[in-house]
């Protein structure tokens, strides 16, 4: 059971990025894909979530309407596109599965797979 979280970096404020989330070893359309955040000194986040089949999505409001998760169930690979990004998105970020239901979906303890962070730094 394997999640590979990619695409993190540095860039300005206002700027855009899009973090991939490979899985492999397990049935990918059976779960639901989380991501994550944590900022040095603080306690990771939930972000946003997508449903298994992808039909639901599910925002932090501290992103909503900048962030935009979307999965591709053929290339087994889900994706967190990030505009408008601001400096205190800066974090490392982590892609989690799970299969549960989703009413507390913002919560790590939902999730049983995490892959390793991805660093992504906005700043000028």
């Known amino acids: 059971f394997q999640l590979q979280a990619s695409g993190g970096g540095l860039v300005q404020p206002g700027g855009s990025l899009r973090l991939s989330c490979a899985a492999s070893?397990?049935?990918?359309?059976?779960?639901?894909i989380g991501w994550f955040r944590q900022a040095p000194g603080k306690e990771r986040e939930g972000v946003s979530c997508?449903?298994?089949?992808?039909?639901?999505?599910y925002y932090a409001d501290s992103v909503k309407g900048r962030f935009t998760i979307s999965r591709d169930n053929a290339k087994n690979t889900a994706y967190l596109l990030m505009n408008s990004l601001k400096p205190e998105d800066t974090a490392v970020y982590y892609c989690a599965a799970h299969s549960r239901g989703y009413a507390n979906w913002y919560m790590s303890s939902e999730y049983g797979y995490w892959g390793q962070g991805t660093q992504v730094t906005v700043s000028s």
């Open positions: 070893g397990f049935t990918f359309d059976d779960y639901a």
């Open positions: 997508i449903s298994s089949s992808g039909s639901s999505t």
